[in-house]
């Protein structure tokens, strides 16, 4: 098991992801798992007259991408009780077909929870494109198992 424990989470601490690009396939597949056809998604000359010029990928699919970057560090794996919020999440500049994003992580809080049987860590986030320009951020609490005695 990789996952950090609560007591390996320390204000301050800060993780990068890996990055992963976003294709026309994952813009399609996020509009039929959700029903959201938007032509902003999914209409290329649709999109060619609107603001942005392009296609651009679903916010929520950028948030979507991006828990599975930070799931990718292992520091949750089999630690994690819950995923209890997204916050202040603001979705900066457009994530578009061929982006390649990453996340920086800093811890931001930790409060034990001792009749959880772990405690609580919010994490910031700051989701960047290839360009390192903050495309999202935000910040999400987990609850995460104490360390066994």
Do not use: C
């Not at 424990?5 to 294709?23: L, N, P």
């Not at 649709?46 to 679903?58: D, E, I, L, N």
């Not at 494109?129 to 609490?141: I, K, P």
């Amino acid at each position: 098991m990789r996952g950090y424990y609560f007591e390996d989470f320390t204000v301050g601490k800060q993780i990068t992801t890996v990055g992963r690009t976003v294709s026309e396939s994952d813009i399609l597949t996020f509009a039929g798992l959700t029903g959201d056809h938007n032509q902003l998604h999914t209409d290329a000359e649709f999109s060619k007259k609107a603001q942005f010029g392009q296609r651009v990928a679903h916010g929520l699919l950028g948030l979507s991408i991006t828990s599975g970057l930070a799931w990718q560090t292992g520091i949750l794996e089999g630690t994690v009780l819950a995923f209890r919020e997204v916050s202040d999440w603001k979705f900066v500049k457009p994530v578009f077909i061929g982006d390649t994003i990453h996340a920086d992580l800093s811890v931001t809080e930790t409060k034990a929870l001792p009749r959880l049987g772990g405690g609580l860590v919010r994490i910031a986030f700051d989701v960047k494109n290839q360009g390192d320009e903050t495309v999202m951020r935000g910040s999400w609490t987990v609850l995460v198992k104490h360390k066994p005695a």
